[in-house]
């Protein structure tokens, strides 16, 4: 099956830095990963997806990286706000719509 | 709005006294999911659903069953709730062809 290996575990950054997340999958065949936001206490929601064919994708302060070839994607965090302060996951999906986790990076963005 | 809802938000049962969690589902979503998260972890796939093709994960105890009558809502019954099933339980759903989930809020079980 799937495995998602991130880190780092926890991220500590100052206010309007860029902070950075990166994660390895090991199947091949996975072709969608997301980019979950979870704060403390509420549910795990999107904030970003990659799919297969794209190498990097923007939404105004975030973009994601994938580089197939090496199996590896990252998170990219710019001009962090301390709203940014949260518990973020990737994941992988290789298909039938079962999505793997990563571990968790708990970003902390001091003012 | 179309969203994803569980009920209790907050449970707590005896050990070994079944207990069953439910969610519901107003965006006419095809597969849906239930996690387990246990503090400081991340989401850990239970089983899902894909329409009614029921698909159970290889190591998800067998004290964890589920039942999905309609499209609309799913339950998670722990047949005996053990203390290392204290653990934030979370239902998703997903629409056929895409692949983005949206959660629920969660229940949280507590085991005394």
């Known amino acids: 099956g799937e495995n998602v290996e991130q880190h780092p575990s926890t991220l500590s950054v100052q206010e309007g830095d860029s902070a950075v997340i990166k994660c390895t999958y090991s199947?091949?065949?996975?072709?969608?990963f997301p980019w979950y936001k979870q704060e403390l206490g509420k549910r795990p929601q999107l904030i970003i997806d990659i799919r297969s064919n794209v190498g990097e994708k923007k939404d105004q302060r975030i973009a994601v990286t994938l580089n197939k070839t090496a199996k590896h994607f990252s998170l990219h965090i710019t001009e962090t706000q301390p709203e940014d302060s949260a518990v973020y996951f990737c994941?992988?999906?290789?298909?039938?719509?079962?999505?793997?986790f990563g571990i968790g990076t708990k970003l902390q963005v001091i003012p | 709005d179309a969203m994803v809802i569980q009920n209790p938000r907050y449970q707590v049962t005896q050990f070994g006294k079944p207990v069953t969690l439910s969610c519901s589902q107003t965006l006419n979503h095809n597969v849906m999911y239930w996690y387990q998260q246990k503090s400081s972890q991340a989401p850990k796939l239970l089983f899902h659903?894909?329409?009614?093709?029921?698909?159970n994960e290889a190591d998800t105890p067998d004290n964890f069953q589920s039942r999905r009558p309609n499209t609309s809502f799913c339950f998670l019954d722990i047949r005996s709730p053990g203390l290392g099933d204290a653990a934030m339980y979370l239902c998703?759903?997903?629409?056929?062809?895409?692949?983005?989930?949206?959660f629920g809020p969660g229940t949280r079980l507590t085991v005394t």
């Open positions: 659903y894909y329409d009614k093709d029921f698909n």
């Open positions: 199947d091949s065949a996975s072709n969608y």
């Open positions: 994941a992988a999906s290789g298909g039938y719509q079962k999505v793997t």
């Open positions: 998703a759903t997903s629409r056929d062809g895409t692949y983005e989930q949206y």
